[in-house]
């Protein structure tokens, strides 16, 4: 199950536990126009469409916390989680970043005002968590981090969404995937530099159907130490898939979206979107290889149920 979680709400605030959607990147997510689309097309057999993920946000997951919500005051709360902590996905098997002492921290600041005919949302947030290796205890480390800052304003049917992030060893898409790295003695290991932003555009009429626009991409510069990429290479011969492509090159993933999402009633949409995303991964700075290209179109049309 994705969501499993008590809040205890009172004039205190509110005191949560349970596995929910985590908050870094959450309100990107939940404001992002292609939620309830296909977005980013996937490849032939895979499991699920991706939506914008990874670009524009990374992916927040559901995971298990305590965290707590202060009370709306003035239009301002602010929440503060502390999180099962997460391994690199890429790099654990292996006993490579695979434990931490504490905790993963995250945090968010929201600020809303209404005013005749429209609104504003702020908001900022964050993420913090150490990795280590138990392959060897005197062995190196990685600190993950990041922060985002997004805006929503709406007026008359109108709305306008922007959102950017930054930070080390998040990972293109999923939070704590690819991100991180060591060489092949665990005692140097590396965060690569992740950032990127998406801004939309809506247009609600009737109260019933949304015509929108959206941008965005995420960008991952490559590991600064070639041992680090090696190690990569090795651990991709051992059973976890080409990583050196992975990891290794600079990266720019994105993805513009022309969408009309209509509620027939209050359980059902329909959904018609258009999307053209674009994959650059840079030259290969050990190897000198040619940087390389993919792009795809995807149309699709679709329902929505909400139960």
């Not at 205890?8 to 908050?23: A, K, M, P, Y």
Request: glycine share 14%; charged share 15%; aromatic share 14%.
């Amino acid at each position: 199950m994705r969501e499993v979680v008590v809040n205890l709400e009172g004039g205190f605030g509110t005191v949560s536990f349970g596995r929910t959607l985590s908050i870094f990147g959450r309100n990107a997510i939940l404001k992002d126009m292609t939620l309830f689309g296909v977005g980013q097309s996937n490849m032939n057999g895979a499991a699920v469409t991706a939506g914008r993920i990874g670009r524009g946000y990374t992916y927040p997951n559901f995971n298990a916390r305590f965290s707590y919500k202060t009370p709306n005051l003035a239009g301002f709360q602010a929440e503060i989680g502390l999180y099962d902590p997460s391994v690199d996905q890429l790099n654990s098997a292996a006993g490579i970043l695979d434990q931490t002492d504490t905790p993963r921290f995250e945090g968010e600041v929201n600020y809303t005002t209404a005013f005749s005919g429209g609104s504003m949302n702020f908001w900022a947030d964050a993420l913090y968590q150490d990795l280590e290796n138990s392959a060897n205890a005197s062995s190196g480390s990685a600190t993950v981090h990041g922060w985002g800052v997004g805006a929503e304003g709406k007026y008359s049917g109108f709305a306008l969404t922007g959102y950017y992030y930054g930070g080390q060893g998040l990972g293109r898409s999923l939070q704590f995937l690819g991100g991180t790295g060591c060489n092949a003695l665990g005692n140097v290991c590396e965060e690569a530099d992740n950032d990127g932003y998406y801004v939309q555009g809506t247009y609600t009429f009737s109260g019933k159907t949304k015509l929108g626009i959206s941008y965005g991409e995420s960008t991952e510069d490559a590991f600064g130490n070639a041992d680090v990429v090696m190690a990569t290479a090795l651990r991709g011969a051992t059973g976890f898939g080409n990583t050196t492509e992975l990891m290794s090159r600079d990266a720019e993933l994105s993805m513009w979206t022309v969408g009309v999402y209509h509620d027939l009633n209050s359980w059902l949409k329909l959904i018609a979107e258009y999307s053209h995303s674009k994959n650059d991964f840079g030259e290969n700075e050990f190897t000198m290889a040619n940087g390389t290209a993919t792009e795809a179109d995807t149309f699709s049309v679709g329902t929505f149920f909400f139960w």
